[in-house]
């Protein structure tokens, strides 16, 4: 009896170990901004780990701000590997701990490749955004960022920034906040798209008879 008590404190013990190992990530302080600032993480997670990770930044004035969250990595080569953060959830907070928002899927950058060899062995290559803007008093401000861990990599890359817009050069901010990929941009989908239909109109053309 006092073995299986034993058993279940050690247990218990364990879970709540494990459970704040997961969740031990120090603040990031961006600082004040001005113009816009960036985050990339380059700490290494285990599988099925926890994430939560604290952003603060400083306005000065009163400012609309946009922030983002961008990752790129690999979901999965059949089961043996796999990078990034799933089940995402970027929030806002204000002093107090506040809920001001909560980001959203950035369709310009989201989606995925993939590539398979035989045998069923599938390495599928993410994007994954999300972005949230929001008027602002002058104050500190906290981001928290959530999700569960597949694992990091060299090749998977998370990225959080933060942007005062209308005083941020957006293109160096987007530039600076995205990792490499080779995943095609939505206007390139649109464009592969008018050149498929752009083929078969063309194949049809020559079947019609003179």
């Not at 990530?25 to 004040?32: E, H, K, R, S």
């Not at 109109?201 to 020559?206: C, G, N, S, T």
Request: proline share 3%; charged share 10%; with cysteine.
């Amino acid at each position: 009896m006092h073995f299986l008590r034993a058993l279940a404190v050690c247990g218990a013990l364990w879970a709540v170990t494990g459970t704040h190992a997961a969740t031990t990530a120090p603040t990031v302080n961006l600082g004040a901004l001005s113009t816009f600032a960036t985050f990339t993480d380059t700490d290494s997670r285990t599988y099925m780990q926890a994430y939560d990770r604290l952003f603060t930044f400083t306005l000065d004035s009163d400012a609309t701000v946009r922030i983002d969250m961008r990752q790129t990595g690999n979901s999965h080569w059949l089961d043996n590997y796999a990078a990034g953060l799933f089940g995402t959830q970027l929030t806002l907070l204000g002093s107090g701990n506040q809920l001001i928002g909560t980001a959203a899927v950035d369709p310009a950058f989201h989606g995925d490749n993939a590539s398979c060899l035989s045998g069923g062995k599938c390495n599928v290559q993410f994007a994954d955004g999300l972005t949230f803007t929001a008027a602002l008093t002058a104050g500190t401000y906290t981001m928290e960022l959530t999700g569960k861990s597949l694992g990091s990599a060299a090749w998977s890359v998370l990225r959080v920034g933060a942007l005062v817009v209308g005083h941020g050069d957006q293109a160096a901010y987007l530039s600076a906040l995205t990792p490499a990929t080779n995943l095609p941009e939505p206007g390139s989908w649109v464009m592969m798209g008018l050149g498929l239909l752009g083929v078969a109109a063309v194949a049809r053309a020559k079947k019609r008879p003179a």
